[in-house]
């Protein structure tokens, strides 16, 4: 009786993220090479749409999702999701810096992901966005006292310690639990804003699709995520990074941008 009571309160306790550690820690200390990639500042943007310091407006209403390769129907989607940038009050620096970002991406507050896309494949935009980038890596280095290959007591030379092994098991629980549709029924978040925090520790795992289906729809930010918005700003940084004509060198820091979607219309 006493083991079933036991299991009992480790599945009640399941819910609850195994560490206080920032989204974009969890998402560096457990990647291969604990790398800083351009997925790191997708998860601040979409933070910061969580937090309503960028604002989304979607003119699309069915669940979406990126093939293998990028269509035209893709861009069209790409088209009917708008950022518009509205931060208000204090933010981190990394946050800060993402948001200028994407300003200077942009030329502008306000626009959308087809827009953004666009501007990637223009050399001298993709190299002040390698610049941009760079900042901001340094600014989430700083903020968490990460020096690339040691944090806290998790992460020793670029090998977690046996804390670090102990908290990856406790994640890799947490993550079964944000794909489980029988544990997300049986334990469900308990509002909105628990909601949208599952999907962002999802996307640090890129299961934030998994982790929705099973959840609500109800803000912003699940709704972003809904139509493969995570993805479709990890491609578009992506490319920013494939047309880069100034190659940085000796800054240390990976990226971890790959060749595998072509987003059309560049030069």
């Not at 308990?190 to 890129?206: K, P, R, T, V």
Request: glycine share 6%.
């Amino acid at each position: 009786m006493l083991g079933l009571n036991n299991r009992n309160q480790e599945n009640e306790a399941i819910i609850k993220p195994p560490s206080s550690d920032s989204y974009s820690m969890i998402s560096t200390i457990f990647a291969k090479n604990n790398e800083i990639s351009i997925k790191t500042l997708s998860l601040t943007i979409l933070d910061l749409i969580n937090k309503d310091q960028i604002k989304c407006d979607i003119d699309l209403d069915d669940t979406y999702e990126v093939g293998k390769k990028l269509t035209p129907e893709d861009m069209e989607v790409m088209k009917k999701i708008t950022l518009r940038i509205a931060n208000k009050g204090e933010l981190k620096t990394s946050e800060t810096l993402a948001i200028n970002l994407l300003k200077n991406l942009n030329k502008n507050k306000k626009f959308n992901l087809k827009a953004m896309a666009k501007q990637t494949h223009n050399a001298a935009n993709a190299n002040k966005f390698e610049k941009d980038l760079a900042e901001y890596v340094k600014a989430i280095e700083n903020e968490n006292n990460y020096d690339g290959k040691n944090y806290k007591d998790i992460l020793e030379n670029g090998k977690l310690t046996k804390k670090g092994k102990e908290l990856k098991k406790e994640w890799q629980n947490y993550q079964n639990y944000l794909k489980s549709q029988n544990l997300t029924e049986k334990y469900p978040p308990q509002s909105a804003e628990e909601n949208s925090m599952q999907i962002l520790y999802g996307a640090c795992f890129d299961i934030e699709k998994d982790t929705l289906k099973i959840r609500e729809n109800n803000t912003s930010l699940t709704n972003f995520v809904d139509k493969d918005g995570y993805k479709l700003l990890n491609i578009i940084f992506n490319n920013a990074l494939l047309n880069v004509t100034e190659k940085r060198r000796g800054d240390g820091i990976f990226y971890g941008v790959n060749d595998k979607y072509t987003i059309p219309g560049g030069g």
